[in-house]
């Protein structure tokens, strides 16, 4: 087994930096994390793992903080899907070993897609072109037993494809209304007060982020669905931001229906969703007539990638790997899984902690390097309370005051060879800060503490560059 990096990131309190926040933020030392030589060996042996993560295709080094609109990719996924589309090319039901390979390679990765969620069967998979597409896909098949005078909710933090499938319904006449919850501004959490005050026994749909892709705060999913359950409404997990960075068990959720994106899970474009086995078999999505009858066969449009499966399988083969390396440390939160589904989840346990010492040093700081919360014309959205850090993922949208956002991207880029965005996420979150834009920095597991100080200092200069601190 590796060094625990997360044992080996030692803090240590240093200077107090004077902020435009009354709060005072904490600076940590960075042993152990801050630079290849002293790099745990688990982390090094992550980044082999990840061919560009350090070093672009022109030959440019430079940080990769913008996992959120499509991580960084796994080597091993890539040969995966090369070899299933160059060897596996025939179609599914002929009588040669190449067909016979290709419907092994899609049965393959359902498994493999059903054990990461925890789901009871592959037959509850569903392959599709984007999440986009599957919510869409679940919208209309559920609209066909919705009553009109029905309502979803929903949150002020949502992904548009969470939100447009819904109030295309209320646009269409098919339900009265789309409800949206509202969030804290002050640190990007769900108000669960309000989340509740919004359902009634017309509620029908409660569609959900398990994390906001502008903000990185985690909906407490519990809480949401046995508030839903209770009034017998439909459960839609959108799990795309969620998927990289936190376990997921929808069989303990009890939803209706997930939704995740495989090229934001380190594979190519793509997209796959969980249903429960009889909504799958009873609800009537779009379909050719003489298509299957069964799922989940019935809700796949055309003939399937397999290269897409091979992909996806390929980064759950990593993800064993990586629980198997991490079990040990996290065995008291995994016991009750076993087999492959054990080693999973013991990967995202890993990652959630590990990316939580990546969330306190981008907001407090390392040594020698102040965080974002201790620079001055710097407004960070969402969670910033450092006893809740384990409530938000390592995704930062900020402000920087008086400049234009993407001349800031684009500093950030040329001078400092950092890759993070300038946009509007698709998400309505920014709506309750009144922004049009904000800039996104999004890290995974395996980003550094090297790389958020590269990150760090990078920004600093950035805002002297433009007057703004």
Known sequence: MWDDPLAMNVRKKESVMTTNNPREHK?????????????????????????????DASGRTRIFFENAAGSLVLQRAVEAESKARRDFFPNVGEASWESRMNENTILEGRKAVSDFLNASSEDCIVSGESATSLLFQISYALSKELPQDGNVVTTEYEHYANIS????????????????????????MLDMQHFASLLDRKTQVVAVTGVSNGLGSKTPLNEVFRFAQEIGAYTILDAVHMAPHVPIDVSRLECDFAVFSAYKLFSRRGSFMYGRRDLLERTKPYKVEPSPNHPPAKWEMGTRDQALFASIAAVIDYLSWLGQEVQNQVSDRVFEYSGRRRLLKAAL?????????????????????????????????????????????????????????????????????????????????????????????????????????????????????????
């Open 27 to 55: 600076v940590y030392g960075t042993q152990g994390l801050q630079d290849g030589k002293n790099m745990p060996g688990l982390l090094r042996a992550i980044r082999k793992e990840f061919p560009r993560v350090g070093v």
């Open 349 to 469: 346990t890993w990652i959630e902690e590990y990316e939580r010492t990546l969330s306190e040093a981008m907001l407090y700081g390392t040594k020698g390097h102040p965080g974002m919360l201790g620079m001055k014309g710097v407004q960070v959205y969402g969670l910033k309370d450092e006893s809740r850090i384990h409530l938000r993922t390592p995704t930062f949208s900020f402000d920087i005051a008086g400049v234009e956002l993407k001349k800031v991207a684009e500093h950030m880029w040329i001078k400092h060879g950092v890759v993070v965005i300038a946009d509007d996420f698709y998400s309505r979150a920014l709506r309750t800060y009144g922004k049009p834009l904000a800039i996104r920095a999004s890290l995974v597991h395996c980003n550094t503490i090297q790389e958020v100080e590269t990150f760090l200092a990078g920004l600093a200069e950035t805002v002297r560059h433009f007057g703004a601190g």
């Open 165 to 188: 499938p819904w109030t295309e319904l209320e646009r269409r006449g098919i339900v009265k209304e789309v409800r949206f919850a509202t969030f804290n501004a002050d640190d990007g």
